[in-house]
């Protein structure tokens, strides 16, 4: 028996797409980091470049954008941005110079250190779940990528 409009419609509610769950929770997150960036004079995506650059320095530029899921032509500005206001520093491999390798600076360093967004691992109410949630939000993202790797290239 074919399923009434009315039917269709009750199960295609908003509220039930885990995908806008996870998409509203990063409208969200913005919304919480603004303030804080704000007053260090940084966007969300040079906040999380930088961080990126703490775990470790001389990173190519190819090697970043893949830790942060942008493409180069993406991050170059961003990353031209933070060496204006002197967080990073940007220089050609003398190995190859193809690659540009980025690195913190001090003052950089400097600003990661009083952790402009420690504050929202309290503000996200989750306690102990913090970290269950982060692992599982992570094994979404990698599933997820899994499974339309090489799919996008067929279209």
């Not at 797409?17 to 969300?44: E, M, W």
């Not at 703490?54 to 991050?75: C, H, I, M, P, R």
């Amino acid at each position: 028996m074919p399923r009434s409009p009315k039917a269709e419609a009750k199960g295609r509610k908003l509220s039930n797409f885990l995908c806008f769950a996870v998409y509203s929770a990063n409208l969200a997150f913005g919304r919480a980091y603004k303030p804080i960036l704000d007053a260090v004079g940084l966007t969300y995506t040079q906040y999380i470049a930088m961080v990126a650059l703490s775990e470790q320095d001389e990173q190519t530029v190819s090697a970043l954008g893949g830790k942060l899921f942008l493409e180069s032509n993406t991050l170059t500005p961003i990353l031209k941005k933070l060496e204006q206001t002197g967080y990073i520093s940007r220089l050609r491999d003398p190995a190859d110079e193809r690659q540009v390798r980025v690195s913190l600076t001090a003052a950089g360093r400097h600003l990661l250190e009083n952790d402009p967004g420690g504050a929202l691992v309290e503000a996200c109410g989750l306690g102990d779940e913090f970290s269950v949630v982060r692992k599982n939000v992570v094994r979404l993202r990698d599933n997820l990528l899994r499974n339309t790797r090489g799919k996008q290239d067929e279209t």
